[in-house]
């Protein structure tokens, strides 16, 4: 293991190249269907890869296990009922035990301050699988999405218009910092009270060009949108506000008639991470012809072996993949 890894905490920590790459990455691994010539099968060959998750998790769990398995690896799964973490012991000892005996580290934590710290003392790459405050392997995976969406490199997707109807959270921030890195728009509909923390607004605004309009209005925010997302209104950890926040947030359901008061782009598609929660969006947009949201969610996949080549096979260097 190298003394000081490349960690991927973040949209941020990726130059607006990189990203681009890896999410060019993740839809060539797609479109090659791995052969068995593929020049990644054995890339973590004889390695482990720990995945701690201090929460629950169908598609990040998923596609990084897969991913790890597609390369050759072994995935160890830590659940937070299976290691001492955070009942018997330190994140600092974990950290410096776990990375000793692996290659790799993808983690899903609550506050943004365990992944950090995580990483700090891991002698390892550290992956972000989420944390209270970004999901980066999410962001890749959609950016991933409207490349393929729009058959376009995602040097091209600049002057697209997203729309993201709905709480303010970690999935939002990382897609925000991202949006400005590749040039596209984005407009933000929340209820007030519910909106982009003043620290992370100016960590969006210094991440490149691009436009970020905030709004109360949902209709004013889809105004245009070649893309309307959205995400749960009661992310992990948020449970005991759950009353209060179905209340704030009723009128911010994604529904074909919102999208047509606000006037979207007539051919405009829907986005979710995903898992999904039938007040935030209709069934008729979810399930509908407009919804992207099964091949994003499959995307996870090829995103996180994009991911796992950069950080883990070639130590922090994002570059084209071979195929
Ligand atoms: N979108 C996403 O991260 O889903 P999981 O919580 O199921 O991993
Ligand atoms: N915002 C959600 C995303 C789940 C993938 C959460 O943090 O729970």
Redesign the pocket.
Known sequence: SSPSPRHLLSISNLSPTELATLVNNAIAHKNSKLPTTWPLRNGLSNKTIALIFS?????????TEGAVVAMGGHPMFLGKDDIQLGVNESLYDTSVVISSMVSGIVA?VGPHSDIANLAKDSSVPVIN??CDTY?P??TIADFATLTQTFSTPAEKLKGLKIAWVGDANN?LFDMCIGARKLGVDMAVATPSGYGIPDKIKQEIDAAGPGTLLETNTPEEAVKGANIIVTDTWIS?GQEEEKAKRLQAFSGYQVTEDLARRGGAAEDWRFMH???RHPEEVSDEVFYGKRSLVFPE?EN?LWSAIATLEAFVVNKGEVKKTEQ
């Not at 929460?55 to 596609?63: A, H, I, Q």
């Open positions: 929460k629950r998790s169908t598609r990040t769990r998923v596609s899903r699988a989420l999901h392997m999410q999935v992990m991470c995903l898992p969610a996870r």
